[in-house]
């Protein structure tokens, strides 16, 4: 069950500290992205990368960060700046435009206390 | 900006019944629209999108741009059909994001 991967699946954190989610894939996409998921809110848009070294924000971006260094990887990392960091992280890939089919990690809950 | 509706929280109907779920959207342009899928303790996974106008595990929707919907219908709801489903927009001319809806639990009752 190869493809995209996220780590760890859960994650606590006090509140005050910058936390960094994991997420790698070998799918060869040119895109990342990561999304947020709230109960009753479906999903929404942190950041998404279309090549390396380039990102752009998405609806929700105020209080993250995100680096793609390398095609494989693309870290977020969650910042005190996060009034609500408590939520359920998705991760996913595509091949190209957002015509195409989006690969979704298993997710990573994040736990703020 | 783009808009994603999807009415229905929770749908729940019996097994070998019709099965509707709705999404109604908000865009002006020609979007492309998807519909997803998340089966208990499985990925979010694609079920189908409109320009491939397939069926996928008997289900089929159709975009109707006047109405600006894009209803999810199979014809006999199986048990194995219960699962999560978003609605999902893409405005497309080369964009990269995706506007999901809120999603239905879609319940099916042996």
């Known amino acids: 069950d190869g493809g995209i991967t996220q780590s760890p699946k859960y994650l606590f954190r006090k509140e005050g500290q910058n936390v960094t989610l994991s997420c790698e894939q070998n799918?060869?996409?040119?895109?990342m992205y990561w999304y947020r998921q709230d109960p009753g809110q479906g999903l929404r848009l942190i950041y998404y990368?279309?090549?390396?070294?380039?990102?752009q924000k998405g609806d929700i971006a105020e209080g993250y960060s995100v680096s793609r260094e390398k095609k494989e990887s693309f870290p977020l990392t969650v910042t005190s700046a996060q009034k609500n960091p408590t939520a359920f992280y998705l991760c996913a890939s595509s091949s190209g435009t957002g015509t195409y089919e989006q690969y979704f990690g298993p997710g990573t809950r994040l736990t703020v206390t | 900006a783009q808009r994603v509706t999807q009415p229905e929280k929770l749908l729940s109907v019996f097994k070998g019944a019709p099965v509707e779920l709705k999404c109604n959207y908000s865009y002006s342009g020609s979007p492309e629209l998807f519909w997803y899928v998340q089966y208990s303790r499985q990925r979010l996974q694609l079920l189908l999108r409109?320009?491939s106008r397939e069926s996928i595990k008997g289900f089929t929707a159709d975009l109707n741009k006047g109405e600006t919907s894009f209803h999810l219908k199979k014809p006999f709801a199986q048990e194995e059909d219960s699962a999560m489903y978003y609605c999902?927009?893409?405005?497309?001319?080369?964009?990269?994001?995706?506007?999901f809806g809120k999603g239905t639990k879609l319940s099916v009752i042996p």
């Open positions: 999902a927009l893409n405005p497309g001319a080369g964009s990269y994001q995706l506007t």
């Open positions: 409109h320009i």
């Open positions: 990368s279309q090549i390396v070294n380039d990102f």
């Open positions: 799918l060869n996409h040119d895109a």
